[in-house]
């Protein structure tokens, strides 16, 4: 019902391959991940992906302060801005999450009735982050390109959140989109806010 066809090709292909499939945002590789496996890595990925992110903003806010005397990387691995930057990082992921479902459930009611379409909905939106995974390869080979590879990996990210939104609930490629929009405008507000409160976001 969900693929629209006869049956689910992916059935018969190496997880690399459907991998690779889903790398490249394909439809029938993320239909196949949410509806036809058992993962249940949700909760575990989005923690992690949250733990590269704070750790990325964290980095960038110790490079104003560089020092290479190793009891000083011992007192920044207990300094308390990391956490917070765990602690934004995670409102702002929340606030982009609450605006696509607003969007959402305003433009079409009838998708979102049950509970169950909103905790499948959260599923593939946190399986979707994936790739915030690719921040430690950003920050492993550290070099000039850093934030254009940092601006690269989000694009890849609400492409994936796209995809996913438009394969869970079986809607054209525009919607997606403006939920995404709408999503961003929340997140970017609850940044502002923090900045208007005096924090380094």
């Known amino acids: 019902k969900s693929c629209q066809k006869p049956v689910d090709k992916y059935i018969e292909y190496d997880p690399v391959i459907i991998l690779i499939n ?4 394909k439809a029938q590789a993320y239909r196949h991940i949410l509806f036809n496996t058992k993962i249940n890595i949700h909760g575990k990925l989005c923690i ?5 992110e704070a750790y990325i903003r964290w980095l960038q806010l110790q ?3 560089q020092n290479t005397d190793p009891d000083d990387l011992i007192r920044y691995a207990k300094e308390w801005d990391f956490y917070r930057m765990f602690g934004i990082a995670s409102l702002e992921q929340t606030s982009f999450f609450i605006g696509i479902f607003i ?7 009838e998708m979102l009735k049950r509970k169950s379409d909103f905790i499948l909905l959260l599923k593939a939106l ?9 921040l430690i390869p950003a920050v492993i080979w550290e070099h000039d390109y850093t934030p254009l590879c940092l601006a690269f990996i989000k694009v890849f990210v609400l492409i994936s959140n796209s995809q ?4 869970t609930l079986n809607l054209n490629r525009i919607l997606p989109w403006f939920a995404i929009f709408f999503g961003l405008i929340l997140e970017n507000g609850v940044v502002f ?9």
């Open 22 to 25: 889903a790398v490249l945002c």
């Open 48 to 52: 992690f992906c949250l733990l590269c």
């Open 63 to 65: 490079d104003s302060s």
């Open 103 to 109: 969007t959402l459930w305003w433009m079409t009611p």
């Open 126 to 134: 946190l399986l979707s982050t994936y790739g915030k995974l690719l």
């Open 164 to 167: 996913a939104i438009r394969v």
């Open 193 to 201: 806010l923090f900045q208007k409160m005096g924090w380094d976001v």
